[in-house]
């Protein structure tokens, strides 16, 4: 049962963040979501309706001393952390001869320091409980790279090497780790794609169709389960059978 557990989710304004903030809120768990948007963050509704308290704090995971204030604010709210779900990620794509040094930093600091930064404060946390579930969002991008994302693939990639080593180290006091690698999922962003774009990418996956933002929240509602209790660094592939 996940009714009552405390989760901290980063970047959960839109999109896979916001679908896995309302899929953990309707099991009842309470949570303290993480946005970096300069307007108001507002779950509430979708949220409380289902039992799970739901606080919000603006802060850029990719600073040190700000992820350790989501990390206290949640202590400060719940006095425990359970789960610690690192959805947050930014792209800056561009040709890796024409990428500017601030457009690999940046992704770099956001996508890979950020989730360093969240996991190294909710650590200390989840060893004195002896009880912790860690949900890191990377991408099928990090396993077999991809043109114009050197960047994004540099980071996505470091997520799985540094979730195995927290699988590692922290496994012995009760702490899971894992990676989920979504691959094409129907957002925003690839509804605004172009249909010869599309014919392409569906072309390489054997389900023919992209995956849903719920795909992705229905697994880390799974991982963040007794259910799973027994898996741990792992990554885990969600992309229709794109990569095999």
Not at 26 to 50: C, F, M, R, T, W
Not at 111 to 128: E, P, Y
Not at 134 to 150: D, E, K, M, R, T
Not at 184 to 201: A, F, G, S
């Amino acid at each position: 049962m996940l009714k009552g557990r405390v989760a901290i989710i980063t970047g959960a304004s839109r999109g896979i963040g916001k679908a896995i903030a309302i899929k953990l809120g309707e099991a009842g768990v309470n949570l303290v979501l993480n946005h970096y948007e300069p307007e108001e963050l507002d779950l509430s509704k979708s949220i409380k309706s289902q039992g799970g308290k739901v606080y919000t704090l603006k802060g850029d995971i990719s600073q040190f001393d700000e992820a350790g204030k989501l990390i206290d604010y949640a202590m400060e709210i719940f006095s425990r952390i359970d789960i610690l779900v690192n959805n947050a990620g930014i792209n800056r794509d561009n040709l890796l001869v024409t990428m500017k040094e601030e457009e690999f930093d940046r992704v770099i600091s956001v996508n890979l320091k950020g989730t360093f930064n969240c996991i190294k404060h909710a650590s200390k946390v989840m060893l004195k409980q002896r009880y912790g579930k860690i949900i890191s969002i990377s991408s099928i991008v990090g396993l077999i790279g991809n043109i114009g994302q050197a960047n994004y693939a540099a980071s996505k990639a470091g997520i799985m090497g540094l979730t195995k080593s927290v699988a590692k180290e922290l496994g012995s006091r009760g702490i899971t780790a894992n990676a989920i690698a979504p691959g094409y999922i129907k957002t925003v962003m690839t509804d605004k794609l172009p249909d010869k774009i599309k014919e392409k990418m569906l072309n390489n996956i054997p389900l023919k169709k992209f995956g849903e933002i719920e795909d992705v929240a229905n697994l880390v509602d799974f991982l963040v389960s007794e259910k799973a209790g027994y898996i741990t660094g792992q990554v885990i592939n969600i992309d229709g059978g794109m990569v095999m």
